[in-house]
């Protein structure tokens, strides 16, 4: 595509001479404005990607893909319903849960927390649950002894071993009137699922100590479903309505998480255009930086037309020399962005024991590391982006190049 002769020209322009100097320093920021631009492009959609796999993974793994709960009330007579959904081609486990708010009380300090009752079984199959296990056995997760979030623990000052007292929201009669129902448990359990929600606010019970404490009885308050594939669960889903009475609400949790999945689809998408901006500007330096190249070496450009080089090989050589800067910088920044992305971590660490600030807070981003997932076909198409938004920014300035008149350059020399 380009002869030996185009290739030469165009090599030679892109170093610098003295008197060539503001040209090159144009065409240098023209490269780092591309290599930056796409380091940066990679990095924050690759850090975006993370955190959305990580936080729907996380979510995934400590609820049910699809929920199944009554209408109105608790859900009665549930292991009849458990083995009828069991029966449906997909299913790959259902578990029976309740979940309920109560309030916690520890030596005077209360906070409220969602108490959730699973069996023993049902807790070593949470793998992040089980792999979460901080300090404890799972064979202590039995009667009165219960399993606390690391955050909660430490807010409260909680030990394998601490005793706590739970007051539910429901009331008794009692001699002086109604009464809160309240029970006293010991902490056998301390885990950490990496989200700081659920290390703050959750406390795990047994299913049969759950059911006593609420009364409730061969009652749940919900199902959850385990399918195989979390992203395509529309036919289980559709085979599940079908199976179920009008009595019995259904969802999976896309309709759970529906405006937070949106949100982290409308801000991925919305940061991908902003940053877009930054490649766009890198490829405007480019065109200032050729036209300022085709202007200075608009004699050059005579002389060679005159020796018998075409309209078409001076456009040539000059897209050449601007596809040279916006393609090296956009291989760079690939190459840098990449890097970063698969060290993010380690960077955050350095950064903050370098600054002494906390860059990342679990309070805030409710995860305890900061992830990156790279999607290679995502860097693909950054990579591709920069390549025709650089080929482009050359068409002009070379389209001029090659519309340069001999006769009227040169006539005053």
Same mark, same amino acid.
């Given at each position: 595509?380009?002869?030996?002769?185009?290739?030469?020209?165009?090599?030679?322009?892109?170093?610098?001479?003295?008197?060539?100097?503001?040209?090159?320093?144009?065409?240098?920021?023209?490269?780092?404005?591309?290599?930056?631009?796409?380091?940066?492009?990679?990095?924050?959609?690759?850090?975006?990607?993370?955190?959305?796999?990580?936080?729907?993974?996380?979510?995934?793994?400590?609820?049910?893909?699809?929920?199944?709960?009554?209408?109105?009330?608790?859900?009665?007579?549930?292991?009849?319903?458990?083995?009828?959904?069991?029966?449906?081609?997909?299913?790959?486990?259902?578990?029976?849960?309740?979940?309920?708010?109560?309030?916690?009380?520890?030596?005077?300090?209360?906070?409220?927390?969602?108490?959730?009752?699973?069996?023993?079984?049902?807790?070593?199959?949470?793998?992040?649950?089980?792999?979460?296990?901080?300090?404890?056995?799972? %064979?202590? #997760? @039995?009667?009165?002894?219960?399993?606390?979030?690391?955050?909660?623990? *430490? +807010?409260?000052?909680? /030990? &394998?071993?601490?005793?706590?007292?739970?007051?539910?929201?429901?009331?008794?009669?009692?001699?002086?009137?109604?009464v809160p129902r309240s029970r006293?448990?010991?902490?056998?359990?301390?885990?950490?699922?990496?989200?700081?929600?659920?290390?703050?606010?959750?406390?795990?019970?047994?299913?049969d100590e759950a059911q006593k404490?609420?009364?409730?009885?061969?009652?749940?308050?919900?199902?959850?479903?385990?399918?195989?594939?979390?992203?395509?669960?529309?036919?289980?889903?559709?085979?599940?309505?079908?199976?179920?009475?009008?009595?019995?609400?259904?969802?999976?949790?896309?309709?759970?998480?529906?405006?937070?999945?949106?949100?982290?689809?409308?801000?991925?998408?919305?940061?991908?255009?902003?940053?877009?901006?930054?490649?766009?500007? %890198?490829? #405007? @330096?480019?065109?200032?930086?050729m036209i300022m190249l085709v202007?200075? *070496? +608009?004699?050059?450009? /005579? &002389?060679?037309?005159?020796?018998?080089?075409?309209?078409?090989?001076?456009?040539?050589?000059?897209?050449?020399?601007?596809?040279?800067?916006?393609?090296?910088?956009?291989?760079?920044?690939?190459?840098?962005?990449?890097?970063?992305?698969?060290?993010?971590?380690?960077?955050?660490?350095?950064?903050?024991?370098?600054?002494?600030?906390?860059?990342?807070?679990?309070?805030?981003?409710?995860?305890?590391?900061?992830?990156?997932?790279?999607?290679?076909?995502?860097?693909?198409?950054?990579?591709?982006?920069?390549?025709?938004?650089?080929?482009?920014?050359?068409?002009?300035?070379?389209?001029?190049?090659?519309?340069?008149?001999?006769?009227?350059?040169?006539?005053?020399?």
């Amino acid at each position: 595509m380009f002869n030996p002769f185009e290739r030469m020209v165009a090599w030679r322009y892109l170093r610098a001479k003295k008197a060539e100097g503001f040209v090159s320093v144009i065409a240098g920021f023209s490269f780092l404005g591309i290599m930056l631009g796409v380091a940066t492009l990679i990095i924050v959609m690759s850090v975006m990607n993370g955190f959305r796999a990580e936080l729907i993974g996380r979510i995934l793994g400590l609820n049910g893909h699809i929920s199944i709960s009554a209408v109105q009330g608790d859900l009665p007579g549930y292991d009849a319903i458990r083995q009828e959904i069991l029966k449906i081609n997909g299913v790959v486990d259902v578990m029976p849960s309740i979940e309920k708010q109560a309030l916690l009380s520890v030596n005077g300090a209360a906070t409220g927390v969602m108490l959730r009752g699973i069996s023993a079984a049902d807790f070593a199959e949470k793998k992040e649950l089980y792999e979460g296990i901080v300090t404890g056995d799972i %064979a202590n #997760f @039995n009667d009165t002894t219960i399993a606390v979030g690391s955050e909660l623990a *430490k +807010s409260l000052n909680l /030990a &394998i071993g601490s005793q706590l007292t739970i007051i539910s929201p429901q009331v008794k009669a009692g001699p002086f009137g109604a009464v809160p129902r309240s029970r006293s448990y010991t902490v056998g359990l301390v885990f950490d699922v990496g989200m700081y929600e659920y290390n703050r606010g959750f406390i795990f019970v047994p299913l049969d100590e759950a059911q006593k404490f609420f009364q409730m009885p061969n009652k749940v308050s919900l199902l959850e479903v385990t399918t195989p594939n979390p992203a395509h669960l529309d036919e289980i889903k559709r085979a599940i309505i079908k199976a179920m009475p009008p009595s019995i609400r259904i969802s999976d949790w896309r309709d759970t998480n529906h405006s937070f999945y949106n949100a982290l689809q409308v801000e991925r998408n919305v940061m991908f255009l902003i940053l877009t901006l930054i490649i766009i500007v %890198a490829a #405007f @330096n480019i065109i200032s930086s050729m036209i300022m190249l085709v202007k200075d *070496k +608009s004699k050059d450009i /005579a &002389i060679m037309r005159t020796v018998g080089a075409g309209r078409g090989s001076i456009l040539k050589i000059f897209i050449l020399t601007g596809s040279l800067i916006g393609f090296m910088g956009t291989f760079f920044g690939a190459g840098l962005g990449i890097a970063f992305a698969l060290n993010i971590e380690s960077v955050r660490e350095f950064l903050e024991g370098l600054t002494g600030t906390e860059l990342f807070s679990a309070e805030i981003y409710f995860l305890s590391q900061l992830p990156a997932v790279i999607e290679w076909s995502e860097v693909i198409g950054i990579v591709g982006m920069a390549l025709f938004l650089s080929l482009a920014a050359t068409l002009y300035p070379a389209w001029r190049a090659s519309r340069l008149d001999p006769v009227e350059v040169l006539r005053y020399e």
